[in-house]
């Protein structure tokens, strides 16, 4: 029997470079429809039946400015849309119902400024922090023998990703810098592991489980910065103001400016290894 696999968010960034991997393995992909995870659960739970795996990684972007407006269709299009998903499985037959789901969660989940593993409860109380622990709650109610992946993902830095797109012109020009005083934690991890992960977790019974996916190297936001630099051999000398960045996005620029360390500790202890654990091999294969 061939292995299908649904996917929500889709069209994004991440949703191209898993689904591309997991359609290279084989397997039957296909995105679900954005208006369906709004719609009624019979609509989405058709869509679904039968699938060997779903994967959600529906989410309006977070980099922007947090006015009401936004800030709602940032909560809506991850939490409301889980719940949707969650309804529509349990309205299915058990036999039809996906074997496994993967969804997207973030490390923006923990409290800027400390270091966490997967045990840590000491979570962000900000905005962001309150969308990314419902988006995860929203999984409480999926049935119990669904067995359920979560992955608390950090900056995904790839050629395709708009962390490296937008720091490129500036490092290049010798005008880029770090981001306000530097010292704030880079929780990151390489595109190519990140699909890694995910066809993993598709792939291996037992993958189920809340899991930290970043990689191991531990660094500031500033010794990012400088090995950015430093593999396109040019100065990275003039720092972005955090007045700059609050001016353009408001309360969101906290994104940039405070950030968790995090440590990938059970997928570590699931042998799961990382092609790119540090900074340096992880820019060298994008900026190659
Ligand atoms: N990239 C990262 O560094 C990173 C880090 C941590 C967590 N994440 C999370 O991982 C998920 C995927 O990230 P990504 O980088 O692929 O994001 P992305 O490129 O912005 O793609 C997200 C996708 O979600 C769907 N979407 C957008 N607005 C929506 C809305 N209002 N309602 C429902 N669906 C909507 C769209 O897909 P369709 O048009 O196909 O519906 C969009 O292409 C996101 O939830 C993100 O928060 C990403």
Known sequence: MSITIKITGASGYLGKIISGELHKKGYEVSGIDRE??????????DTIKNATVLINLAGAPVLQRWTAKNKKEI??????TTENLVRAIKILPPGKRPQKVISASA????MPGHTHTEISQNFNTGFLGRVVTHWEAAWNSLPENIPLTIFRIAVVLGKESATIKKM???????????????????????EKDVARAFTWAAESPGSNGIYNLAAPHLITNAEFTRAF??????PAILPVPTLALRMLFGKAATMLTESP?????????????????TIETTLQEILK
């Open 168 to 190: 490129l012109l500036p490092l290049k020009s010798g005008l880029g810098g770090r981001i306000g005083s530097g010292k704030q934690p880079f929780p990151f991890v390489h």
């Open 36 to 45: 369906l995870l709004y719609g009624p659960a019979e609509r989405i739970g």
């Open 75 to 80: 909560y809506d299009s991850r939490v409301l």
């Open 261 to 277: 360390a995090v440590i990938p500790d059970a997928l570590k202890a699931k042998d799961f290894h990382f092609q790119y654990p």
């Open 229 to 234: 630099a430093k593999t396109l051999h040019r």
């Open 107 to 110: 490390v923006g989940i923990y």
